[in-house]
RNA sequence: GGCCCGUUCGUCUAGCGGUUAGGACACCGCCCUCUCAAGGCGGAGAUCACGGGUUCGAAUCCCGUACGGGCUACCA
């Protein structure tokens, strides 16, 4: 039997000394690692990074039929790209592993057997149809539905004979039949009781001797000791069934804290119909790392109920069990939106000029040798797109026009910009004008456009979209005298020719 | 059916017996301005799901109701 290492109470079994805590996330590998497991990712980690605890990964597949290799790897993939690192888990290591499931079989055996012993747990050989046949008959009437606890009023020899016998059998947990209402502590929700005339005698091992969820979760969480569990909503009726585990295996009862759902914008569980839903399509997106999980934490947890920015560091040092929030809360796209475009806008411009060089490649306008030789030019580029970019994906179109000799024109651009004489003879002038100018640069440039309006008596507007739809293609681009500059005088000059 | 949980602007939230119910996103207007943004200023938007209590006083405490959600598997 795994013991903790906290001196207990042995009436309350809460720790009555202080040990640091220790959390664990344990996705089930059976799909990518989606927004709602990767709120309970962040959640888990902040708290230990907050609390001087211990982040444990562990990985629970034990279901053979959905588990695949492939899905661990994206998910240890997708935390790291978080910026989620664990302190015991895979491929970090630990004491207390291994840290899959299906590697711990000797511990659930082992736990099994202390039950065994102590008269918490006996072989059930109903099988699946007469149990099926129960359930039909208890929702008839109406009193609580759940095994009816046949067995367990089986004679121990007649049992014994049955196992030797080789009859197919589970193992079941024998509820404790005057047990006052189970409480779960909670952090979240504070305490609420369950009744626990309400708990069936649910299985712990399987015909095949795996153990269920209920039961592999509790020998591992005590196993590696993990005093807080911090999980979805979804785990709180099971809450009580696994108290009872703790209980007959004489381990102490860790806190607990449920995080409500996030659903999507339609009040309904949140799917691939509401856009992306893995970590790694928000990745995809153009989604920044540290933007999501700022963005994660704020969905259920507040730091003061007024800041929205909140930084790795201050997230690490600040999250708290007690401000998170009790609602279910809905994804806003818009608001990730917003702050991804906020934390672009905060970065460096050597920073934003290195992450946005894989995203121009992948629209094949820049590469990493190009970057490597010329690397001024390209941070010359990030004040044009960071104020603008809400995502990363939205930089390549507003700088394509600077890669490449030639540009396309969009047609409607054109009539709004260029079609009038004045446009014609602004555009005529500028060339000629722009040809004259010997230092290329910023300030030459508006100078010079800015004359030539009062030359020509036309607004300076006019001036500047005809230029701006010749030498970009569009009505709409980053600011441009800066754009020209960066393009250079010899493609400024053809482009405004080719316009003409 | 049984047992649990939840309900404050459209959305995320603050609030933990006495507030003009605060902030953020989105929205609208004005300013700035070479387009688009960003930024600044301002606005609209919440009878705190509903009904009863308790209290001098309730978004805050209690009890119901409604509506959502979860669990009730040899799934996690």
């Known amino acids: 039997m795994p013991t903790s290492p906290a001196l207990t109470d042995s009436t309350s079994g809460r720790s009555i000394v202080s040990v ?14 989606h927004i709602g497991g990767a709120r309970t990712a962040v959640y888990n980690w902040a708290f230990a990074r907050a609390t001087g605890g211990t982040f444990v990964l562990r ?82 009437s109406d009193g609580p539905s759940g095994y009816d606890r046949t067995c367990r009023r089986l004679d121990p020899n007649e049992a014994r004979a049955r196992i030797d016998a080789g009859e197919p059998h589970v193992w079941r947990i024998a509820v404790p039949l005057d047990r006052p209402d189970i409480v779960v502590d909670d952090a979240v929700r504070g305490e609420t009781a369950f009744p626990s005339s309400a708990m069936d005698d649910f299985v712990l091992a399987r015909t095949d ?4 969820y209920n039961f592999a979760t509790v020998v591992d969480d005590v196993g590696m000791r993990i005093t807080h569990v911090i999980r979805g909503d979804d785990h709180l009726s099971n809450t009580p069934r696994q108290i009872l585990v703790f209980e007959a295996l004489d381990a102490p009862v860790p806190r607990f804290a449920h995080l409500s759902m996030i659903w999507g914008a339609d009040g309904k569980k949140l799917s691939k ?65 917003w702050m991804n475009g906020a934390y672009i806008r905060e970065m460096s411009a050597d920073a934003l000029a290195k992450r946005m060089i894989p995203w121009l490649a992948e629209a094949g306008l820049a590469t990493e040798d190009d970057f490597a030789a010329r690397p001024d030019w390209y941070q010359a580029l990030v004040p044009l797109v960071a104020e603008r970019a809400k995502r990363m994906t939205d930089i390549p179109a507003m700088l394509a026009f600077l890669f490449g000799e030639t540009v396309a024109i969009e047609p409607t651009a054109a009539d709004k910009a260029l079609a009038t004489d004045d446009a014609r003879r602004s555009l005529q002038a500028a060339l000629e004008a722009l040809g004259t100018i010997t230092k290329w640069e910023h300030d030459a440039i508006e100078q010079t456009l800015r004359d030539l309006a009062v030359t020509l008596e036309v607004k300076p507007k006019v001036v500047f979209q005809a230029v701006r739809v010749a030498v970009t293609g569009s009505t709409v681009s980053p600011p441009l005298f800066e754009s020209l500059a960066l393009l250079g005088k010899e493609r400024t000059i053809r482009r405004i020719e080719a316009a003409l």
Not at 209 to 212: A, H, M
């Open 20 to 33: 640091s805590p220790r959390v664990r996330f344990a996705p089930s590998p059976t799909g990518a690692l």
């Open 59 to 140: 990985i629970d597949d034990t279901d053979p039929e959905r588990s695949t290799d492939e899905n661990t790897a994206q998910i240890m993939r997708s935390l790291r790209w978080l910026g989620i690192e664990w302190d015991e888990g895979p491929e970090v290591g630990g004491d207390l592993g291994p840290y899959f499931q299906t590697q711990r079989g000797a511990h659930y055996a082992r736990a099994l057997d202390h039950m065994k012993a102590s008269g918490s747990a006996y072989p059930c050989f109903c099988t699946p149809d007469e149990l099926a046949a129960k359930r039909a008959a208890a929702r008839q």
């Open 209 to 212: 001797g795996t153990p269920t």
């Open 273 to 337: 119909r509401h856009g992306a839903t893995s970590v790694e399509a928000f990745r995809d997106e153009g989604y920044l790392p540290e933007a999501l999980l700022n963005y994660l934490a704020l969905l259920g947890w507040s730091l003061d109920g007024e800041t929205t920015i909140i930084s790795r560091e201050t997230l690490a040092s600040q999250f708290s069990l007690e401000r998170i929030s009790k609602n279910p809360a809905i994804f806003d796209f818009d608001k990730l939106e």
